[in-house]
């Protein structure tokens, strides 16, 4: 695993014409480096500081996926446990064949369902068919989840996720961010877009496909939290469903991808449209990295980096990512 030079980075930015990221290597389980850089706001000169916030996009999905197991362990659901048994109004139940939809399916995407689509929802395959990435996958268990507890899922993560993994600046809707500290976004044209939080009505409830806001800080918290739980990592990162890619290196887990190339890669990308993120972390190792980014270009620069740090055709990882969200 290399280092990184800082100028080499922010040629990266400017080649890609990315305004702010913040960047965090791992090795050995543990954040050693860290790389805050650039604007979090470049009108108003704000610079990307170790307390800039950002939509963590679907790298909501793994930690989601981190307490879904978590409530496994405690007795209260399983891998097998059919979420139509556990909520049997949400409205994809009257769906031919989602009676047998798991929760294994939906955290590794192979529930039929689609990504985020029409209402009502429908079901486009048999559970356990074939890959099909899917937001509402998610969503339907959240829904069963906060059946389960009788909570919602801000309330839960502020109580039993946050504070236990020393998430403090984290929250999963905008209202309760520290708003001061969230990075501005910027589009395919490098515009600000200044009245996002204005017009997105999701961003007033938790979702737990992409709602998380947090700062760099925050998810190597995470991150060194389930490297250190190797039962919980072992479970994540055990291949549940193929991807079809031109390596055949790409499988999904419990909530997060897993490239079996030179070494065994728990993995997964975020994408909010104008906020891009990624994190890598080897299970074997405990190297990786966490990056967050406030551009629509950022997951080039993302997978450009990757594939410096580790050199193995993580490069190829952006053209699948176009097909996803």
């Known amino acids: 695993m290399d280092t990184l030079n800082p100028q080499w980075l922010q040629d990266e930015m400017q080649r890609f014409q990315v305004p702010g990221i913040s ?14 850089l ?10 990307v500081t170790g307390k800039t916030l950002y939509e963590a996009a679907s790298l909501t999905k793994p930690l989601f996926a981190y307490y879904v197991l978590g409530l496994e362990r405690r007795g209260l659901l399983s891998m097998e446990t059919k979420l139509a048994e556990r909520l049997p109004g949400y409205p994809v139940c009257r769906e031919p064949g989602a009676d047998g939809i798991t929760v294994l399916h939906t955290l590794s995407h192979s ?3 689609e990504n985020w689509g029409e209402k009502p929802l429908r079901l486009l395959g048999g559970p356990g068919e074939k890959f099909r990435y899917s937001g509402e996958g998610y969503r339907y268990l959240q829904a069963c ?8 899922l801000d309330h839960l993560f502020a109580r039993q996720v946050f504070p236990v993994l020393g998430m403090y600046a984290s929250a999963l809707r905008y209202q309760d961010a520290s708003c001061e500290n969230v990075a501005m976004c910027y589009d395919v044209q490098g515009r600000a877009q200044r009245d996002r939080y204005q017009v997105r009505e999701l961003d ?7 709602s998380l806001y947090t700062n760099l800080e925050d998810y190597c918290h995470f991150l060194e939290a389930l490297w250190e739980d190797k039962a919980l990592l ?12 031109p390596a055949g290196k790409l499988y999904w887990g419990a909530g997060a991808g897993v490239w079996l190339g030179r070494e065994k890669m728990l993995w997964h990308y975020g994408d909010n449209g104008n906020f891009k993120s990624l994190f890598y972390l080897g299970v074997d190792t405990g190297d990786g990295l966490v990056y967050f980014s406030n551009s629509y270009h950022g997951l080039e620069t993302g ?23």
């Open 23 to 36: 960047l965090g290597l791992l090795r050995g389980g543990r954040r050693k480096e860290t790389f805050c």
């Open 38 to 47: 650039g604007y979090a706001d470049r009108e108003r000169g704000r610079e």
């Open 111 to 113: 529930a039929g369902l």
């Open 145 to 152: 989840v906060e059946s389960l507890c009788q909570d919602t």
């Open 204 to 210: 007033r409830e938790p979702n737990a496909a992409y």
């Open 234 to 245: 072992e479970k994540m990162a055990s291949p549940q469903t193929a991807v079809s890619d």
């Open 303 to 325: 997978f450009a980096i990757a594939e410096k740090v580790f050199g193995e055709g993580y490069g190829e990882l952006v053209d699948f990512a176009a097909r996803w969200e």
